[in-house]
């Protein structure tokens, strides 16, 4: 038995021989090691690369939005007075109850209603309408009138200004030329008779240190001259301005006496305009380009040491384009106080 179990061994051990692998001597190259790619997973790296593509998109954007924006600005506008250094305030309730006192003080009456309603909103119901055209200066000096397509009074410039019709003479179809309605302080782009201050065409400026008031384009700029506020200087984008400048009057001479002589010892005084509104009385020039006004009461009588000389000046224009707006600055014209009359 045992000798049976030995021969099975030996059997098994020559079928492992005859079964097992040869042993091959191979020999084994590898890559040398400079030539070896490491590869490395870097999470700062994958960071750059998404910030570099949100600043990209970032920059993108912003060049977008400002190209966006140029493109929808609205065309230019007519270029803007600078801004005005002198104050500009609204003549108040307040401004026309000082008018009423110190008038009734001195009068020992109740004041006008006329210059109750001119000191808040100068009005001219009582005097007839007085057409641009015959106030317009026809002096053969200096520049003339502007062009008018419509003949109402109100040059081509001042239109555009103030949002009329430069080819209807009446623009808002009231029965008054343009001209007319704004040199009389009323809207002429509204037909209910709607009053110059509320139309957004014109602005208000007071002078509390000689106590006047009165309105002039919305458009241009106001600015006192001096810190003694003896002259402001109203002005237009174009250059053309009006000067409202104080000058003494120690004799308290009445306008067209103090014009006579100051001004023009020789002038026919029969050919002169002259104008009474707002408890003022004023003469024009025979250009039209200046008006001298003294304050006066109810009988005439001079109040105040001072003319208010108003002047128009075209500056270096070859044409003279705010003729009627100088008449409309002129009629608004009012004094809101009496605390400097001697």
Same mark, same amino acid.
């Given at each position: 038995?045992?000798?049976?179990?030995?021969?099975?061994?030996?059997?098994?051990?020559?079928?492992?021989?005859?079964?097992?692998?040869?042993?091959?001597?191979?020999?084994?190259?590898?890559?040398?090691?400079?030539?070896?790619?490491?590869?490395?997973?870097?999470?700062?790296?994958?960071?750059?690369?998404?910030?570099?593509?949100?600043?990209?998109?970032?920059?993108?954007?912003?060049?977008?939005?400002?190209?966006?924006?140029?493109?929808?600005?609205?065309?230019?506008?007519?270029?803007?007075?600078?801004?005005?250094?002198? /104050?500009?305030?609204?003549?108040? #309730? @307040? =401004?026309?109850?000082?008018? !009423?006192? *110190?008038?009734?003080?001195? $009068? +020992?009456?109740?004041?006008?209603?006329?210059?109750?309603?001119?000191?808040? /909103?100068?009005?001219?119901?009582? #005097? @007839? =309408?007085?057409?641009?055209? !015959?106030? *317009?200066?026809?002096?053969? $000096? +200096?520049?003339?009138?502007?062009?008018?397509?419509?003949?109402?009074?109100?040059?081509?410039?001042?239109?555009?200004?103030?949002?009329?019709?430069?080819?209807?003479?009446?623009?808002?179809?009231?029965?008054?030329?343009?001209?007319?309605?704004?040199?009389?302080?009323?809207?002429?782009?509204?037909?209910?008779?709607?009053?110059?201050?509320?139309?957004?065409?014109?602005?208000?400026?007071?002078?509390?240190?000689?106590?006047?008031?009165?309105?002039?384009?919305?458009?241009?700029?106001?600015?006192?001259?001096?810190?003694?506020?003896?002259?402001?200087?109203?002005?237009?984008?174009?250059?053309?301005?009006?000067?409202?400048?104080?000058?003494?009057?120690?004799?308290?001479?009445?306008?067209?006496?103090?014009?006579?002589?100051?001004?023009?010892?020789?002038?026919?005084?029969?050919?002169?305009?002259?104008?009474?509104?707002?408890?003022?009385?004023?003469?024009?020039?025979?250009?039209?380009?200046?008006?001298?006004?003294?304050?006066?009461?109810?009988?005439?009588?001079?109040?105040?040491?001072?003319?208010?000389?108003?002047?128009?000046?075209?500056?270096?224009?070859?044409?003279?384009?705010?003729?009627?707006?100088?008449?409309?600055?002129?009629?608004?014209?009012?004094?809101?106080?009496?605390?400097?009359?001697?």
């Amino acid at each position: 038995m045992f000798d049976l179990v030995e021969e099975d061994l030996s059997k098994q051990e020559e079928v492992k021989k005859e079964t097992a692998i040869p042993k091959v001597d191979a020999v084994v190259y590898t890559m040398p090691e400079k030539f070896r790619r490491t590869v490395k997973t870097s999470n700062s790296k994958f960071v750059l690369i998404i910030i570099a593509i949100l600043a990209f998109l970032a920059i993108t954007a912003t060049v977008l939005f400002l190209i966006f924006t140029q493109t929808k600005q609205p065309p230019p506008q007519e270029p803007v007075a600078p801004p005005v250094e002198e /104050t500009k305030k609204k003549i108040t #309730e @307040e =401004a026309a109850q000082a008018e !009423e006192a *110190a008038t009734s003080t001195e $009068n +020992g009456t109740e004041t006008p209603e006329v210059l109750e309603e001119a000191t808040s /909103t100068p009005a001219f119901e009582n #005097e @007839e =309408a007085t057409s641009t055209q !015959e106030i *317009a200066p026809v002096s053969g $000096n +200096g520049p003339v009138i502007g062009l008018d397509s419509d003949a109402d009074g109100l040059s081509d410039v001042e239109e555009r200004m103030y949002n009329t019709n430069s080819q209807v003479q009446d623009s808002d179809g009231d029965g008054f030329s343009d001209g007319e309605e704004l040199e009389n302080l009323f809207d002429p782009t509204r037909i209910d008779g709607a009053k110059l201050e509320i139309s957004g065409l014109a602005s208000p400026f007071t002078n509390r240190t000689f106590s006047y008031a009165l309105f002039y384009p919305a458009s241009w700029s106001a600015r006192a001259v001096n810190q003694s506020d003896r002259e402001v200087v109203f002005g237009s984008a174009s250059g053309e301005f009006v000067s409202v400048a104080i000058q003494d009057n120690p004799s308290q001479l009445s306008a067209i006496d103090w014009y006579v002589s100051t001004k023009d010892p020789s002038a026919d005084t029969s050919t002169l305009k002259t104008l009474s509104l707002n408890n003022w009385s004023a003469v024009l020039d025979p250009a039209g380009r200046a008006a001298y006004l003294v304050k006066t009461d109810t009988a005439g009588a001079i109040l105040a040491p001072y003319v208010y000389l108003l002047t128009y000046n075209p500056n270096t224009s070859a044409e003279a384009q705010f003729q009627t707006s100088f008449m409309m600055m002129i009629r608004s014209f009012v004094f809101t106080d009496l605390s400097f009359v001697r």
